[in-house]
């Protein structure tokens, strides 16, 4: 397989969730979350992944959980996430990124490699799937470094430091975004939450996994198909 070159998957993830702590050490499978969503990024023909976690004590656990299971990590600042995906980009002299937060277990693999050759191609600055017509679960985001850090510069407003990409999207005049059209987000998924955010979440995704031929590698479809059949159920 053949990696873009100077492009990273960056996952944003943390412990101190108040809906769900400590989340990311939560079992997936026979392993962490963290893990779990690591082995699926890895796929994506991005260069490098590497988890971006953050400096507050609650985190510690994850980090060595990473160090120890040869997973490249990095720590930055809990609330200032902009920085801490610009400072991790540095580190794995990464211009092209991808967004990927550690409690999307499902998060489409295709889209990453999509998006990822047309922000490159198109010379964009950002691209992600219509959240209309693309379900949470699957979502990742696609932008180049040098969008991230026009934007902290531009804004040091609490909210903008928060959501990484939220100043790019919400000022489509000083930046070049595309979003893209998926069909990934039919009526019946709107019942079943495809992201990690409560502990009945986990179970979900664990039953949803359970009934997988393949562990890491699987689409989208394949997970709708699966979701439909555990909604005909109830």
């Known amino acids: 397989m053949r990696y873009i070159e100077n492009s990273a998957v960056v996952i944003q993830a943390r412990m101190s969730s108040t809906r769900f702590p400590n989340k990311m050490m939560s079992l997936l499978g026979d392993i962490p979350l963290v893990e779990y969503v690591y082995k699926r990024c890895k796929l994506s023909l991005c260069q490098k992944v590497i988890v971006a976690t953050s400096l507050d004590s609650s985190d510690a656990p994850l980090y060595e959980y990473c160090i120890n299971h040869a997973i490249p990590v990095t720590r930055g600042s809990l609330d200032n996430v902009l920085k801490r995906y610009i400072d991790t980009a540095i580190s794995v002299r990464a211009n092209y990124i991808i967004r990927v937060c550690g409690d999307t277990p499902f998060v489409d693999i295709g889209h990453i490699d999509d998006f990822l050759k047309k922000l490159i191609n198109g010379n964009f600055d950002y691209i992600a799937a219509d959240k209309n017509n693309c379900a949470s679960g699957f ?36 930046f070049s975004v595309k979003f893209i059209d ?18 009945q979440d986990i179970q979900t995704a664990n039953e949803i996994v359970g009934r997988l031929r393949e562990k890491f590698s699987f689409t989208s479809e394949k997970i709708l198909d699966t979701v439909k059949d555990i909604a005909c159920e109830v």
């Open 139 to 174: 979502y990742c985001e696609a932008v180049t470094l040098s969008a991230l850090k026009r934007a902290a510069d531009l804004s040091d407003k609490k909210e903008d430091l928060e959501h990484v990409t939220k100043f790019i999207i919400d000022h489509p005049h000083l």
């Open 182 to 199: 998926t069909d990934l987000n039919p009526d019946f998924v709107k019942k079943i939450r495809l992201t990690i955010d409560y502990p």
